[in-house]
């Protein structure tokens, strides 16, 4: 599968609650941002070895599955490095250590604003 490369840099949503990924997907687009969605870390992980222009992932951090979000951030920076990596949960609060260097906590619920925000910041504009 090829993809052609995209002036909007591309943003993959990892969520489990299809009314919470609908949501943050609505936002994302809004911002200018193109986005790719999966409802579970097995299936990001399928999408990342498909595509090479995801250039960030915004994962939930509890999702059913072998793999929650803290550990698909980890598994992203072992094998995708410049991938930029926001998780959230409204659980869970996440310690800077429990990311991977670089990665971003957003707590649940978050605004829009935060969300795109720190897409923005990670990406350096658009």
Not at 49 to 74: C, N, W, Y
Request: glycine share 8%; with cysteine; aromatic share 6%.
């Amino acid at each position: 599968m090829q993809h052609q490369a995209c002036s909007r840099p591309v943003v993959l949503i990892v969520e489990d609650e299809p009314l919470l990924r609908w949501n943050a997907v609505a936002m994302v687009e809004d911002a200018g941002f193109d986005v790719v969605e999966a409802a579970n870390a097995i299936e990001a992980i399928s999408i990342l070895e498909k595509r090479r222009d995801v250039r960030a992932v915004f994962t939930d951090v509890q999702m059913p599955g072998s793999i929650d979000g803290v550990r698909l951030a980890h598994v992203i920076r072992a094998r995708w490095p410049p991938v930029k990596i926001i998780a959230t949960s409204g659980r869970f609060r996440l310690r800077d250590d429990d990311l991977p260097k670089g990665g971003r906590y957003l707590p649940k619920p978050y605004a829009g604003r935060d969300l795109t925000g720190t897409l923005r910041d990670l990406l350096g504009g658009t």
